[in-house]
C-alpha cells in the first residue's frame, strides 16, 4: 500500500499562474518522479492564497514550511534538501512577518497532514464492480476469511470495539458496542441490516461506495451476521439509486456462485443469506426504525424506542442496523487490525471519513480524509477555493439537519469530539459551502421546506412545528413578519428538538437555530428594515419573474 | 362492464401477477411489487390492490392485509403515484445543494416553460412536473430527472433545449 508521507502545494491562483506556477507544478512532479518519491509524496494545488505578489507559493506539510516566491530552478534543491534528506530550506521560506492571515494559519498545523488517506473507498475506481475476481484480487474476502475460520464471533466484535470505529450514519455510536448489544441479545433468528437509504440532502458516499465497490458490504455484513449469530442480511438501497441496486443484486449472485455466501460459506458451517431491497422514496426511511417498518411492507413511520431494533428489530427480532460507510469499515480493520486502524485519525475519533463538498467552491466532489483535517483545508485543498473568488459566509455541515459553521470555525478540527465541543455536527459528511451572496433567510427556507415535505405525520411537534417554522420564514422572505416571530420560532424548535419521536423532528430546525444565533442581525433586517441585504428574497426583489420557490 | 374497462382490469390483473412472482408473495416484498407496477403503468391503480391483497396471503403467519393498508403505503412514498401522471415525468431536485448553485432560476424556467406550478400535470398528460429530494448527484447541481434521464449543471437557458427531445 502506498504510505504518503508528505504533502506538496503549489498555489494556482491567477497571480501564481502569470508567474509560472504551471512549471513549477510539473516540476515538482518530474523531480519527485527522479527522486522516487512519487509513493510516498502528494502533490497538489492550491487556490487562493490571499497573497498577489511573491507568488507562486508553495507549502509542504506535515512540516508546513511555506516557501514562497518559487521558481522552476529553486524546485531541485526543496525536492532534494527538504523531501528527500528532511531538512527545510532556510533561504527559500517565505518572510514570516509577509505571511498575510490567510496563509499564516498553516504554521498551527505542523504535524498534520491533510492528504487524502483511501479506507473505504480504497478500491472503488480502482476495480471492476462488477467482477468478484478483481475484488478477490485487491485482498476481498480475506477478512472473512479469517473471522470465519480463524476468529470465534466474541473475538471479531472485541475486534472492532477495539478499533473505535463510530457509526457513519451521522450519530457516531460505537459499532462495536452495538454489535455486541445484538450478539448478547437472546433468540434464534436475527437480521443484519445494512442501511443504504442515504436521503441527507448533499450526502452520496454511500452510493458512491455501493457502486464502486459492492462485495465490500456483502463481505461486512456477512461478518457482522457471523459476529451477531444472523444468517440472514437485508440491504435497504433508496429507490432512487437504481445502479447500486443493480450493483449489489449481481455481487451477491457472483458471491453466491463462489461460496463466499449462502450456504457453508468457505466450507464452514456458517450460513448467511442478503436480500437486496429498493426503497419507494422517503427521506425518513433512513431512521432505522422507519427503514424497519417500510421493510415489513408498511408506511415508513419511526417506531417508538425503547425497545431498539438491537433487542425488537425486523419482525420483532433483534436487529442489527448499520451505514453503508460504517460496514465499509470493517473488513480492512480485520484484514489489518484495530491498532493499524487506530493509527490513522485522531485519538477519539479514529480512521477516516468520506465528506462531499459541495456548494460555491471551484471543485465539488468527494474525498477519503483522516478525521481531524480543518474545513479552511478541505475548501482550499479539496475544493480548489471559492468559486470566483468570493468570500466564504457558511458551511453546512452533515447535510439538512446538520449545524451550521460560521467562517470563523474554518479552522477547528473536524472530528467527532472537537465538533461536538464547537457545537458542529459532522453528520453525514456533507460539506455545503455557500458564499457571500447566500441569504440566510433563503437558505432556511429551502432547508424548512425540505423538513415540511419529508415529515412522516406520525407526531404533532414535528407534523406542525415543520409546517409553522416553514410558514415563518416565508413570512419572513417576504417582509411580513414581526420580531416576536424569531421568539415564536425558537419555542417552536425548542419544543421539537425535546418532544419530537425521532430525529428527524429532533433536528429538522437545527440549522434554523444556527442561523438566528450566527447571522440574526441579517434575518432581522429583513423583519425592521424590510431589507434583504444580499438582494434574494422577494421583499428585495420587486421583478415579477423571480417569485420565490414554492 | 364494456371491454375497455374489462382489457384494463385483465391488465392490471396480470401485471400484479408478473410483479408477485419476481419479488414473492412475502411481507417484506410488499413496497418492490408496489413499485414494479407503478414502473409498468405509471401509477399504482387503485384495482390493484384488492388484486395483490388476494395473492398475498400473510394469515397462515398471524399478518392480515388490508386494502387499506396498501392504500396507506402507495400515499406514503414519493415514487409511487396513486393518479395517472403525465407521458414525461420530470423531478426537480429541490434541496439545499442544487438551491445554492442556481436551482431557483432553473425551476422558475421550467415552470414558465411549461405552464405548470410544482405538482401538475399538463391538461394533454403530456407533462407533469414533480419536486423531489436530493437524489444524491449533488456534485453537478442543479440537477432534473425527466423520466429516467438525468440532467445535470443546468442553467435556465438551457431548460428549452433539455424539453424539446421530449416533445
Redesign the interface.
Known sequence: MKVIRSMVLVSMDEASLEHGAEDVFHTFLEEIEEFGLSDQIAVSTIRDVGVREDVPLVIVYPDAAVYAPVKVEDVHLIVEEHLHKGNIVPNLLAMMHELVPEIAWMRSRRGALPVQKRIVLERAGVVDPRSIEDYILHDGFQALGKALTKMKPAEVIAEVEKSGLQGRGGAGFPTGRKWSFVASTPGDTKYVICNAD???????KD?LIIEGDPFSIIEAMTIAGYAIGAHEG?IYI?????LAYRRIEHAIQQAEAYGLLGDHIFGTDYSFHI?P???????ICGEETALIE???????MPRARPPYPTTYGL?GKPTLVNNVETLANVPPILRNGAVWYREVGSPKSTGTKVY?I???VNF???IEVPMGITLREVIDIYGKGMKNGKKLKLV?TGG?SGTIAPASLQDTPMDFDSFRNAGVSLGSG?L?V?DED?CVV??AK??L??FR??C?GKCTPCRIGTLRLYEIMTQISEGKASLSDLDEMMKISEAMSEVSNCGLGQTASTALRDILKYFRAEVEAHITDHNCPVGVCPIAVHSP???P?? | MDQEVKDKELEIASIVEVAIQKHGAT??????I??EI?RALGYVPAAALPEIRRHINFSEKGVF?ADS?LY??VS?????SLQPLGRHVIRFC????C???G??QV??ALQ?ELGL??GETSKDMHWSLL???????????PVFFVD?DLYGNVTPERVPEILAKYQ
Not at chain 1, 198 to 204: Q, V, Y
Not at chain 1, 277 to 283: E, L, N, P, S, V
Not at chain 2, 94 to 97: K, L, T
Open positions: 442515504e436521503s441527507e440532502p448533499g450526502t452520496f452510493r437485508y433508496r429507490g432512487e439509486y437504481p436480500h431491497h429498493a426503497g419507494a422514496g422517503a427521506y417500510s421493510l415489513e411492507g408498511k408506511r415508513g419482525f462531499t459541495l456548494g460555491n465539488t466532489g468527494l453546512q439538512s456533507a455545503l455557500c447566500t433563503d437558505l429551502v432547508i421546506l425540505f415535505n419529508e412522516c419573474e423571480l417569485v420557490v414554492p | 411481507q417484506d416484498a410488499v413496497i418492490p408496489l413499485s407503478n392485509l393498508h396507506s403505503a406514503f412514498y414519493e415514487m409511487l429541490e434541496s439545499a445543494p438551491h445554492v448553485m436551482g431557483r425551476i422558475q414558465d406550478k410544482p419536486m423531489t429530494s436530493c437524489v444524491g448527484v449533488c456534485g453537478v447541481g429516467d
